[in-house]
């Protein structure tokens, strides 16, 4: 019997019945379906925008339709080169892959300003030079009407004229706005004549100084779908009330439009659908507020790895597969919802698990010498044992690791005086050590603060590979519980780790006290240094998988996943923790 196909979500049924339909075109045309991503160049991608990435190109891909990248660069006081490269990375890192040329708002200004016109002289538009905040205290209450601007019928004319000034540098910043007439006691705020373009007085990044005027999202979003012939504009949920002005300015446009208008043919009208956004607990998604986390330095920059911006999970070592999963797997729905930050986690970790090797690694080292190694042959010999690579592949075979007389563990996995359920290394104790021998600690030696400093151990030469010895006369077979891993103090590298936690202590930044910054987790990054690695770490192995983003990532046995951080040198190595092997936040907050 097999398993009945996944149920599909409420956006795919849309599109399967327009195409039914064939409300955008022929009916049972598959590709006539055209989607969009529209980002704002005013910071880097977060989280968040990756679902839209994914269901917006995901939905293309399925259809066989297309899918356009578009930035929105509509406020040149905030938007900068930079955040449009890196968009444009991170798209396309995530598997985005847009059909044609980057597309630009920008690109489409003259045809805007053309239906601005047309709007202004449908009597459907004017020129308002009132301060700001005057018109917002005109828009009213959510149960009080507005009051009309008392430039609201100025002579048609004397609108397209002063909106010509606004256009050519006639007025300061803010010193005029071009507002739609509609409606202000419209219980919908969003429709009491709203703002459709602004004056600002500074130079944009890709039309230099052609400008004065810029278009107000709402204006420009219904109008780039429409040039583009987007089918299905996917927006999140807090555009819900959006939609009618989405809708009224479209129609306002096609309205006297048809054969033999002066005013042309009607446009394209995209249909828009809104869908729950991701929310995930210990971040913000707020780019005002990721914006301020670099600004005061709280953080390296845009990618350090404890932001939740694409580029820093990538570099904390997530990959694109572990992020679909998880903001696809949250449910594409109509309602909010607050995603445990585990289930990212996991997402990592299931991929992660079948994928990357295994080595070892001992990040607070303290000596461990094994004093009867020369009993049984060189005390300076060191001896090749086979480590299993991957658990879950076992095309990955194994490798060889060096085994002698001084090693390295864990200073965690020695206690002078453990309690009964401590199972790993103390005095008299006897433990496995992964894919070498067993070992009976015989003594130590401390510091003058009582700090452990070297471990002495025997070892049994009939437990090789980490097998049991062979039964004693009797027929007891002799058993442990404990197994450490170690790595060779004569075959190792020392590496910088930084273990990265939660960048905010509370599921939801700022609630506490309303402000976010109080939130801020002061053990968000701890940076270990004299690590010791096993030296094949530095060069990719037969066993390594191909990384598209050329990330080297690796399971240290029994610490967690890590990878190699943007600034690691042969010479310097560093390691990122991309994730511990089990959620220990659950375990704390059970605890608490």
């Given at each position: 019997m097999?398993d009945?196909?996944p149920a599909?979500?409420?956006?795919q049924?849309i599109?399967?019945?327009?195409?039914?339909?064939?409300k955008?075109?022929?009916?049972?045309?598959?590709?006539?379906v055209?989607?969009?991503?529209?980002?704002?160049?005013n910071?880097y991608?977060h989280?968040?925008?990756?679902k839209s990435?994914?269901?917006?190109?995901?939905?293309?891909?399925?259809?066989g339709?297309?899918?356009?990248?578009?930035?929105?660069d509509?406020?040149p006081a905030?938007?900068?080169?930079?955040?449009v490269d890196?968009?444009?990375?991170?798209v396309?890192?995530?598997?985005?892959e847009?059909?044609?040329?980057?597309?630009?708002?920008?690109?489409?200004?003259p045809?805007?300003?053309?239906?601005?016109?047309?709007?202004?002289?449908?009597g459907?538009?004017?020129v308002?030079?009132?301060?700001?905040?005057?018109?917002?205290?005109?828009?009213?209450?959510?149960?009080?009407?507005g009051?009309?601007?008392?430039?609201?019928?100025?002579?048609?004319?004397?609108?397209?004229a002063?909106f010509?000034?606004?256009?050519?540098?006639?007025?300061?910043?803010?010193?005029?706005?071009?507002?739609?007439?509609?409606?202000?006691?419209?219980?919908?705020?969003n429709l009491?004549d709203?703002?459709?373009?602004?004056?600002?007085?500074?130079?944009?990044?890709?039309?230099?100084s052609t400008?004065?005027?810029?278009?107000m999202?709402?204006?420009?979003?219904?109008l780039e779908?429409?040039?583009?012939?987007?089918?299905?504009?996917?927006?999140?949920?807090?555009?819900?009330n959006?939609?009618?002005?989405?809708?009224?300015?479209?129609?306002?446009?096609?309205q006297?439009?048809?054969?033999?208008?002066?005013?042309?043919?009607k446009?394209?009208?995209?249909?828009?659908?809104?869908f729950?956004?991701?929310n995930?607990?210990?971040?913000?998604?707020?780019?005002?507020?990721?914006?301020?986390?670099?600004?005061?330095?709280h953080?390296?920059?845009?990618d350090?790895?404890?932001?939740?911006?694409?580029?820093g999970?990538?570099r904390?070592g997530?990959?694109?597969?572990a992020i679909?999963?998880?903001?696809?797997?949250?449910?594409?729905t109509?309602?909010?919802?607050?995603?445990?930050?585990?289930?990212?986690?996991?997402?990592?970790?299931?991929?992660?698990?079948?994928?990357?090797?295994r080595?070892?690694g001992?990040?607070?080292?303290v000596?461990?010498?094994?004093?009867?190694w020369g009993?049984?042959?060189?005390p300076?010999?060191?001896?090749?044992?086979?480590?299993?690579?991957?658990?879950?592949d076992?095309?990955?075979?194994?490798?060889?690791v060096?085994?002698?007389?001084?090693l390295?563990?864990e200073?965690?996995?020695?206690m002078?005086?453990?309690?009964k359920?401590?199972?790993?290394?103390?005095?008299?104790?006897?433990?496995?050590l992964?894919?070498?021998?067993?070992?009976?600690?015989?003594?130590?030696?401390?510091?003058?603060?009582?700090?452990?400093?070297?471990i002495?151990?025997?070892?049994?030469?009939q437990?090789?590979?980490?097998?049991?010895?062979?039964?004693?006369?009797?027929?007891?077979?002799?058993?442990?519980?404990?197994?450490l891993?170690?790595?060779s103090?004569?075959?190792?590298?020392?590496?910088?780790?930084?273990?990265?936690?939660?960048?905010?202590?509370?599921?939801?930044p700022?609630?506490r006290?309303?402000?976010?910054?109080?939130?801020?987790?002061?053990?968000?990054?701890?940076?270990?240094?004299?690590?010791k690695?096993?030296?094949?770490?530095?060069?990719p192995t037969?066993?390594?998988?191909?990384?598209?983003?050329?990330?080297?990532?690796?399971?240290?046995e029994?610490?967690?996943y890590?990878?190699?951080?943007?600034?690691?040198?042969?010479?310097?190595?560093?390691l990122?923790?991309?994730?511990t092997?089990?959620d220990?936040?659950?375990?704390?907050?059970?605890?608490?």
């Amino acid at each position: 019997m097999t398993d009945p196909a996944p149920a599909r979500h409420f956006i795919q049924q849309i599109i399967d019945a327009d195409i039914a339909s064939g409300k955008w075109g022929t009916p049972g045309d598959r590709t006539v379906v055209t989607t969009r991503f529209p980002p704002e160049p005013n910071g880097y991608l977060h989280i968040g925008h990756a679902k839209s990435v994914c269901l917006n190109s995901g939905l293309a891909k399925e259809f066989g339709g297309r899918f356009y990248l578009r930035f929105d660069d509509t406020n040149p006081a905030k938007e900068e080169q930079e955040f449009v490269d890196s968009i444009c990375a991170d798209v396309e890192w995530l598997g985005g892959e847009w059909h044609g040329p980057v597309r630009f708002a920008s690109d489409y200004f003259p045809q805007m300003y053309e239906w601005a016109v047309e709007l202004i002289q449908k009597g459907l538009a004017y020129v308002d030079e009132q301060p700001h905040d005057k018109i917002r205290e005109q828009r009213g209450s959510l149960t009080e009407p507005g009051t009309p601007s008392p430039y609201r019928d100025r002579p048609i004319e004397e609108s397209l004229a002063q909106f010509e000034k606004m256009k050519s540098g006639g007025f300061p910043d803010g010193g005029a706005v071009l507002r739609a007439k509609i409606d202000m006691a419209s219980p919908n705020m969003n429709l009491r004549d709203p703002v459709m373009y602004r004056v600002i007085n500074k130079p944009h990044h890709r039309t230099g100084s052609t400008w004065h005027i810029y278009p107000m999202y709402d204006w420009a979003h219904g109008l780039e779908d429409s040039i583009e012939g987007i089918t299905h504009s996917l927006c999140t949920l807090e555009f819900e009330n959006h939609r009618p002005l989405y809708d009224w300015f479209i129609n306002a446009i096609n309205q006297d439009r048809g054969p033999g208008s002066k005013f042309g043919e009607k446009i394209h009208h995209s249909q828009q659908i809104e869908f729950s956004r991701y929310n995930l607990e210990y971040t913000t998604m707020s780019k005002r507020f990721l914006k301020l986390l670099v600004d005061e330095k709280h953080v390296e920059g845009w990618d350090d790895p404890r932001m939740i911006t694409v580029a820093g999970l990538r570099r904390r070592g997530y990959t694109r597969e572990a992020i679909r999963n998880a903001v696809i797997e949250a449910g594409i729905t109509k309602y909010n919802a607050l995603t445990d930050f585990t289930k990212l986690e996991n997402a990592l970790r299931d991929d992660l698990n079948t994928r990357a090797p295994r080595r070892m690694g001992v990040l607070d080292p303290v000596k461990l010498v094994i004093t009867n190694w020369g009993d049984h042959g060189d005390p300076s010999r060191l001896e090749e044992l086979p480590a299993i690579n991957n658990p879950e592949d076992e095309s990955a075979g194994t490798r060889p690791v060096k085994f002698g007389r001084e090693l390295w563990i864990e200073r965690d996995d020695f206690m002078i005086d453990p309690p009964k359920k401590f199972f790993r290394l103390g005095p008299g104790r006897e433990v496995r050590l992964r894919y070498a021998y067993w070992v009976t600690c015989t003594d130590f030696d401390t510091d003058a603060d009582g700090r452990v400093t070297e471990i002495r151990c025997t070892y049994d030469p009939q437990t090789r590979g980490g097998d049991a010895p062979p039964p004693d006369a009797d027929g007891n077979v002799r058993k442990v519980k404990g197994t450490l891993h170690w790595v060779s103090a004569a075959d190792c590298i020392d590496a910088t780790v930084r273990l990265f936690d939660r960048l905010f202590t509370e599921p939801r930044p700022g609630k506490r006290t309303g402000e976010i910054l109080d939130d801020l987790n002061p053990d968000s990054l701890k940076t270990l240094t004299g690590c010791k690695l096993e030296r094949s770490i530095l060069k990719p192995t037969p066993d390594e998988p191909a990384w598209p983003d050329g990330i080297r990532r690796f399971q240290l046995e029994r610490l967690g996943y890590f990878c190699f951080d943007k600034a690691s040198t042969p010479d310097n190595p560093i390691l990122n923790r991309s994730v511990t092997l089990k959620d220990s936040w659950a375990k704390e907050a059970a605890k608490s």
